[in-house]
């Protein structure tokens, strides 16, 4: 057994690498297009609110599998042409800015609203206010799910391989094709994404810690 | 009063059903303390919020040195920026102080003057302190809100809308979130700056303190001014007006 | 769009799906019932327990969170006949591998519960003379729902979405319902947006009616 695994460890890097690369892709750009939208969700215009709750809602409501199939299979019909790793990056973004715009919305909203009044009385724009009064302080709120939300994304990549991406997931599938040693291999494989996901979610609990001097 | 630094006129506000302000009048002159008084729900806080346009108003104007506050022409609301700017006008003090808590006392007081006042770093971290030290509170400039008493985090929200130096200052309530024992130290503050010609309106329930420190003082009552005078006049003559008297009879003890 | 839309073709095979979605409600409802099982007795053992066993369930809890639902689908399935002499069919592999990890994610829906719970209610059971026992099934139990309903409802409408990684077991649910549409018509975009539309009807019905079942327990209990 652990012949196997010595056999397969080369062979895994590979998958590891497009993993984390998937999981980065995603995890980046959800970042940007959340908090964009989120923004859009909380102060936006009434119809620009009811677009983006119902682009959320609809995300969060089927499975991310769904949604990569739907992506991988179903764009190219509409004529968006993309390649399966950019379907899986899509799927799993499109699926993490839902969860970036709630988080944002949880954050922003759990600012009181002496907040933003205080940032008025003293002639701030609305610019300055979320840059200057009102993210600084959500950050707190933001952060710790939000990186939770990184192991999932990490987790939610390990569907790529249904594309046939060869994530890690896909290498160890691979790697049991050929030796029909399926029990070790996939308890090597959940030992890789534990480690990864564990070390993630330690990290939000210090951030957690670290931005909890901040009551008031 | 030829020429009021703050002028209300048929001031008009609505929540929903709700007429909170019915044709309110008021001016205000420069270096004047005018202290509005009145029952809870009668107004006097939204009076206040509407000076600087933290509540818009349904009819009426708000002048402050002869410009109109919220709105560019009747109907037409004053874009973002112009608010801001204004509001840079006036400063507030909050009953909950609503100090930013991800900020020092220091850098509080320094937000306003660097990204609105545009002063550098230095320059804005040497007004911070001489009014820290005014306060009372020079030892606490690094310290965080939380880290602060009531009455102290209190007093940094007065320093941060003075240092501003804003034509008008309006007061909220701003010792209604205080135990009693801090209550004292926060009016000093207040004393000192109405001594020193600073323009300010104020809602509060310390009546012996507007009645020593005001110029004037307003009463409302459901939505309208129901009477105002020379707060010892005021007072003294309170009979002649019924709901005055009733208001004030809950108070009669403090400030006799 | 140079694509046209023809729903004929699957309405035809509209049974695929439709069986689809109700082995997808088995399924869930199935491991869902197991996993509050694992989650209530091991969130108990946790709170009650020492340290030794608090550490045994830490180590569940984690291993299963940290891990993809897709790799211990696999691991059920093809990794463990492999070791131990058991045999299943896919759709009961499946259930094992969602109450595992079900019971996982509940653990700490309920720990978080009973520790949200005021220590002056537990003080007043105690002070009425009422036994353990009784504290536990008429002051902390009804406490605790109280305060993971929400929690748990979107607990329940998340692992209701995750039965769709059993279509990598050939588990013929939902999701399987609209690969094989799509594999055997090519009508790719109308099975999905038929799936998505499915799923997200059915989640938000599942969701309508967990509402109303906390509104009532906020307002019908001890209010």
Same mark, same amino acid.
């Given at each position: 057994?652990?012949? =196997? +695994?010595?056999?397969?460890?080369?062979?895994?890097?590979?998958?590891?690498?497009?993993?984390?690369?998937? $999981?980065?892709?995603?995890?980046?750009?959800?970042?940007?297009?959340?908090?964009?939208?989120?923004?859009?969700? +909380?102060?936006?215009?009434?119809?620009?609110?009811?677009?983006?709750?119902?682009?959320?809602?609809?995300?969060?409501?089927?499975? +991310?599998?769904?949604?990569?199939?739907?992506?991988?299979?179903?764009?190219?019909?509409?004529?968006?042409?993309?390649?399966?790793?950019?379907?899986?990056?899509?799927?799993?973004?499109?699926?993490?800015?839902?969860?970036?715009?709630?988080?944002?919305?949880?954050?922003?909203?759990?600012? %009181?609203?002496?907040?933003?009044?205080?940032?008025?009385?003293?002639?701030?724009?609305?610019?300055?206010?979320?840059?200057?009064?009102?993210? %600084?302080?959500?950050?707190?709120?933001?952060?710790? %799910?939000?990186?939770?939300?990184?192991?999932?994304?990490?987790?939610?990549?390990?569907?790529?391989?249904?594309?046939?991406?060869?994530?890690?997931?896909?290498?160890?599938?691979?790697?049991?094709?050929?030796?029909?040693?399926?029990?070790?291999?996939?308890?090597?494989?959940?030992?890789?994404?534990?480690?990864?996901?564990?070390?993630? $979610?330690?990290?939000?609990?210090?951030?957690?810690?670290?931005?909890?001097?901040? =009551?008031? | 009063?030829?020429?009021?630094?703050?002028?209300?006129?048929?001031?008009?506000?609505?929540?929903?059903?709700?007429?909170?302000?019915? *044709?309110?009048?008021?001016?205000?002159?420069?270096?004047?303390?005018?202290?509005?008084?009145?029952?809870?729900?009668?107004?006097?806080?939204?009076?206040?919020?509407?000076?600087?346009?933290?509540?818009?108003?349904?009819?009426?104007?708000?002048?402050? *040195?002869?410009?109109?506050?919220?709105?560019?022409?009747?109907? #037409?609301? @004053?874009?973002?920026?112009?608010?801001?700017?204004? @509001?840079?006008?006036?400063?507030?003090?909050? #009953?909950?102080?609503?100090?930013?808590? /991800?900020?020092?006392?220091?850098?509080?007081?320094?937000?306003?003057?660097?990204?609105?006042? @545009?002063?550098?770093?230095?320059?804005?971290?040497?007004?911070?302190?001489?009014?820290?030290?005014?306060?009372?509170?020079? /030892?606490?400039?690094?310290?965080?809100?939380?880290?602060?008493?009531?009455?102290? #985090?209190?007093?940094?929200?007065?320093?941060?809308?003075?240092?501003?130096?804003?034509?008008?200052?309006?007061?909220?309530?701003?010792?209604?979130?205080?135990?009693?024992?801090?209550?004292?130290?926060?009016?000093?503050?207040?004393?000192?700056?109405?001594?020193?010609?600073?323009?300010?309106?104020?809602?509060? /329930?310390?009546?012996?303190?507007?009645?020593?420190?005001?110029?004037?003082?307003?009463?409302?009552?459901?939505?309208?001014?129901?009477?105002?005078?020379?707060?010892?006049?005021?007072?003294?003559?309170? *009979?002649?007006?019924?709901?005055?008297?009733?208001?004030?009879?809950?108070?009669?003890?403090?400030?006799? | 769009?140079?694509?046209?839309?023809?729903?004929?073709?699957?309405?035809?095979?509209?049974?695929?799906?439709?069986?689809?979605?109700?082995?997808?409600?088995?399924?869930?409802?199935?491991?869902?019932?197991?996993?509050?099982? !694992?989650?209530?007795?091991?969130?108990?053992?946790?709170?009650?327990?020492?340290?030794?066993?608090?550490?045994?369930?830490?180590?569940?809890?984690?291993?299963?969170?940290?891990?993809?639902? !897709?790799?211990?689908?696999?691991?059920?399935?093809?990794?463990?006949? &492999?070791?131990?002499? !058991?045999?299943?069919?896919?759709?009961?592999?499946?259930?094992?591998?969602?109450?595992?990890?079900?019971?996982?994610?509940?653990?700490?829906?309920?720990?978080?519960?009973?520790?949200?719970?005021?220590?002056?209610?537990?003080?007043?059971?105690?002070?009425?003379?009422?036994?353990?026992? &009784?504290?536990?099934?008429?002051?902390?139990?009804?406490?605790?729902?109280?305060? !993971?309903?929400?929690?748990?409802?979107?607990?329940?409408?998340?692992?209701?979405?995750?039965?769709?990684?059993?279509?990598?077991?050939?588990?013929?649910?939902?999701?399987?319902?609209? &690969?094989?549409?799509?594999?055997?018509?090519?009508?790719?975009?109308?099975?999905?947006?038929?799936?998505?539309?499915?799923?997200?009807?059915?989640?938000?019905?599942?969701?309508?009616?967990?509402?109303?079942?906390?509104?009532?327990?906020?307002?019908?209990?001890?209010?």
């Amino acid at each position: 057994m652990l012949e =196997q +695994i010595v056999y397969a460890i080369p062979f895994l890097f590979g998958g590891l690498w497009v993993t984390l690369v998937v $999981s980065a892709l995603t995890v980046g750009i959800s970042l940007v297009a959340g908090v964009l939208l989120g923004c859009a969700l +909380i102060y936006g215009a009434l119809p620009l609110r009811l677009l983006v709750r119902l682009f959320s809602d609809t995300i969060r409501g089927i499975p +991310i599998l769904v949604l990569l199939f739907f992506v991988y299979y179903g764009f190219p019909a509409i004529g968006i042409d993309f390649d399966a790793f950019w379907a899986a990056v899509t799927a799993l973004t499109l699926f993490k800015t839902a969860q970036v715009i709630e988080y944002l919305r949880g954050a922003v909203q759990s600012i %009181p609203r002496g907040q933003t009044e205080a940032g008025m009385a003293i002639g701030l724009t609305f610019a300055e206010r979320l840059r200057y009064v009102i993210f %600084p302080q959500a950050l707190r709120r933001f952060l710790p %799910p939000w990186i939770n939300g990184v192991t999932d994304a990490v987790k939610g990549s390990a569907l790529v391989s249904l594309l046939g991406v060869t994530d890690l997931m896909h290498s160890i599938n691979q790697v049991i094709g050929r030796t029909y040693e399926a029990l070790p291999l996939y308890i090597l494989g959940a030992f890789i994404y534990f480690v990864i996901n564990y070390s993630l $979610s330690a990290l939000s609990r210090r951030l957690e810690r670290r931005f909890s001097f901040m =009551q008031a | 009063m030829t020429d009021p630094l703050l002028s209300i006129r048929g001031l008009r506000k609505s929540f929903g059903e709700i007429e909170v302000l019915k *044709d309110v009048d008021l001016d205000v002159g420069r270096g004047e303390v005018v202290t509005v008084i009145g029952p809870s729900g009668s107004g006097k806080t939204t009076l206040l919020r509407c000076v600087n346009f933290l509540e818009s108003y349904d009819a009426g104007s708000i002048r402050i *040195d002869g410009e109109e506050v919220g709105f560019s022409a009747p109907g #037409q609301r @004053r874009n973002e920026r112009t608010l801001a700017r204004m @509001r840079a006008e006036t400063g507030m003090v909050f #009953q909950s102080f609503n100090l930013f808590p /991800h900020l020092t006392a220091a850098e509080n007081i320094m937000l306003g003057l660097r990204k609105v006042r @545009r002063k550098s770093r230095d320059e804005a971290r040497a007004i911070a302190e001489t009014w820290l030290d005014r306060v009372g509170l020079a /030892h606490k400039a690094d310290s965080l809100p939380a880290e602060l008493s009531g009455g102290q #985090q209190q007093r940094v929200g007065i320093a941060r809308a003075v240092a501003m130096e804003p034509k008008v200052l309006l007061l909220d309530e701003i010792t209604s979130a205080l135990d009693p024992e801090l209550v004292g130290e926060v009016l000093e503050v207040v004393r000192a700056l109405a001594a020193e010609g600073m323009t300010m309106l104020m809602v509060t /329930h310390e009546i012996a303190f507007a009645r020593d420190a005001s110029s004037r003082i307003v009463f409302m009552a459901d939505g309208r001014i129901a009477a105002e005078g020379e707060p010892r006049e005021l007072l003294a003559n309170a *009979d002649d007006y019924p709901r005055l008297a009733a208001f004030l009879a809950r108070f009669r003890a403090s400030y006799f | 769009m140079g694509y046209d839309l023809n729903f004929a073709v699957v309405w035809r095979n509209f049974d695929k799906m439709w069986g689809g979605l109700l082995l997808s409600l088995e399924l869930a409802v199935i491991s869902i019932a197991i996993g509050v099982l !694992i989650g209530l007795v091991l969130a108990l053992a946790h709170v009650s327990g020492g340290r030794w066993l608090r550490g045994v369930i830490a180590a569940y809890v984690e291993t299963i969170r940290n891990v993809p639902l !897709i790799l211990l689908v696999y691991l059920v399935f093809y990794g463990l006949p &492999q070791a131990v002499d !058991i045999r299943y069919d896919a759709a009961t592999s499946f259930v094992v591998t969602l109450s595992v990890y079900s019971g996982a994610y509940l653990v700490e829906v309920f720990r978080a519960g009973l520790e949200a719970i005021p220590k002056g209610q537990i003080d007043a059971g105690k002070a009425l003379g009422l036994t353990p026992w &009784q504290r536990f099934t008429s002051v902390r139990l009804p406490a605790m729902i109280r305060i !993971i309903l929400p929690a748990l409802s979107n607990t329940f409408i998340s692992l209701f979405k995750d039965t769709s990684v059993a279509s990598v077991i050939a588990v013929p649910e939902l999701t399987w319902g609209a &690969q094989w549409i799509n594999l055997n018509t090519f009508r790719i975009v109308e099975a999905y947006l038929i799936a998505t539309a499915m799923y997200l009807v059915t989640g938000y019905l599942l969701l309508f009616l967990l509402r109303l079942l906390e509104r009532r327990f906020r307002v019908g209990r001890h209010a």
